[in-house]
């Protein structure tokens, strides 16, 4: 039975799903988004930038900073290192400005953001700035209060620093008849080159170069208009991982579009993929599900130019897949949630994805770990492209052909088995440890040596899935035996996973509620403790998981201790924050541990917990975001806990039951199919029929009908 969407007890449409957006959700605190302009998956993401380096200011922007230096128009919303911030641009009206200007920053005010637009108020410089985007070119327009004489900085230094030096390398930057175009190549978190075109609605009447800094390579230049009896000043600009003429070609595609014609494309674009799931429920709660929402889908960023060309991971250009080509890729955090959402929400964007990791191995070697703009940063551990691919794959995104699977099975593969000589010394880099030993000895593993010998067990068991689902019964007994690596690191003694040296001698001395980060306090567990990564092997194979500790009856026990254990000294720099016992709901590897109560005889027991996180760690201000949003993980999982299912388990092509936190709610699963959703008990029922171990499989789901919660 399916649900078309005129069908009985359909819900009435809704005007507008933007107006319940509140993009400053999260912008103070830990969250680290930005409430600038984008499309969804847009290359552009204009935006205000209060600082340019730090880790507060990884998306260059705190809502209590009160000073903005400018407008930079690419940006990570979400993430945990600051990188991005090209072309900021400053107005100011009047002809104030000169080469000895060293401060160039305002105070704001009547700051308003909603999706796809931006507008604050700059008192001092007497203008107001808005900011919009279409998926190639961001638009700046400023309206000052007097006409006459204005003046514009382009920053081309600028940008969202990691290490403490200027990012700026080297440039080439030349003036055109309306504005600068150039290529600029950048070392920060990764070395990338970016090329750009500026374009302002009056033609320059005069350019200054201010004086450099010391160690800057980028011009930072100061730009004089004569509106006449004018007061705006339009800037369009493009960029291109490539070349000049391909931000050319890009800025060509928003030719005809006015600014306000653009930002009302975006609210469009925004509204479309917003409605794709209607609830019901007041003012708050809707407040919270589409600000989430909107957060999931801004990234990955499509960076491919408008003729499909793209400069990949070794700085190579090639043809992206389908003229689309995906970056952003905050694979560690988002394949737990961010990933499954898409196959549901957005499932014409999966073969992309998938596709983009694929054009990301032909040119590697391997499938990314972290990538921006397009560049690989070698960031987190395990392999988390494997369990994306094989979440697409075993929910039969692949079997028209949109992606090759068994290409995919062989770069799952390589990723799995090859060396990495040319990896950096503290990423990955050989197999031999693991194949040789089990798992990784905390002797001669670098650090992380438990951590990662978890996380590698998930990506051994996604390839196995996608081997056993293309009938390789030469591949996936090796891979499905690898998965268990975990076992030999369970300790039976403190019921966590536990360092182990070469010799199989347990590390001693040992104190499992003690986090550990390569960054700081090195040690066994990356950004986590023992208790906190004994759970990850339950993200491939849950049930293996309750039998280890003993049981339904056991699990109960071990799932009551961690959520009731404290965390002592918490520091939320290792992960230790928006905690409920050795919960860290601030950091992934804790987001799947609510949903094992489903193997349990008290489900009851999770939903109480994702309640209690609903309630504590997510709000509608600001300061809404308790841990760091993870490039749309923290929302995705916000998402799933508000309908009530949650793929716990992500590529085994079904999701844990629990209970909606909302009256109701469709989504729209393409093909005119709706699912519904209806009621708030613990007990799923699809169609009448009863969900008896509390696991429902995508490929119903996608059927669409009724989901009840009796």
Known sequence: MSARASGVDAMPPSPSFTRHVDPFIGTDGTGHVTPGATVPFGMVF?????????????????????RILGFSNTHHSGAGIPELGDVLLQPRGGTAWAEGTTDFGAAK?????????????????????????????ALQRYRFDRPGRVQVLV???????????????????????KGLQGTVWRSNWVDRQLSFVVQFSHPVLRQRALPAKRGEKAP?????????AGQMLGARIALSTVDEDGAWRNLATAESLSFDAARDAADRAWNELLGRIRIEGDARTKRLFYSALYRTLQHPSDIADADGRVRGP?????????????????????FRASHPLFTLIVPERVPGFINTMLAHHRQMGWLPLWTSWGRETYCMIGNPALPVIADALVKGFGADGAIDEQAALAAMVETSTRERPDAPEWAQRSWGLLDQHGYLPFDLQKGESVSMTAELGYGDAAVAAVAERLGRSDLAPHFRARSRSWLHLFDEQTRTLRGKDSAGRWRTPFDPVAATSPLKNPGDYTEANAWQYTATPALHDAAAFRDRLGGAAALEAWLDHFFTLPVPNPDKHLGQEALIGQYAHGNEPSHHITWLYSLTDSPQ????????????????GPAGLVGNDDVGQMSAWLVFAMLGFYPAEPFSGAYFTGSPMLERAEIQMGKGRVLRLRGRGLQAALNGAVIGDRRVAHAALAEGGLLSFP
């Open 605 to 620: 027991k999770g939903q109480r917990l994702r309640e209690q996180i609903v309630r504590r760690f997510y709000g509608t």
């Open 46 to 66: 204009p935006a205000p930038d209060n600082a340019d380096r730090g880790w507060s200011y990884s998306a260059g922007y705190q809502h209590r900073d009160r």
């Open 155 to 177: 920053d081309l230094q600028h940008g969202l620093h990691y290490v403490d030096r200027p990012a700026a390398q080297a440039a080439d930057v030349r003036p055109h008849d």
């Open 314 to 334: 070794r700085g190579e250009v090639m043809q992206a897949p389908d003229g689309v080509y995906y970056s952003t890729l905050s694979l560690w955090d988002t």
């Open 109 to 137: 005010a009547d700051e308003r953001a909603r999706p796809g637009w931006y507008r604050v108020r700059l008192p001092r410089h007497g203008v107001t700035v808005e900011l919009t985007a279409t998926p190639k070119v």
């Open 220 to 228: 930072r230049l100061l730009l004089d208009f004569d509106l006449g």
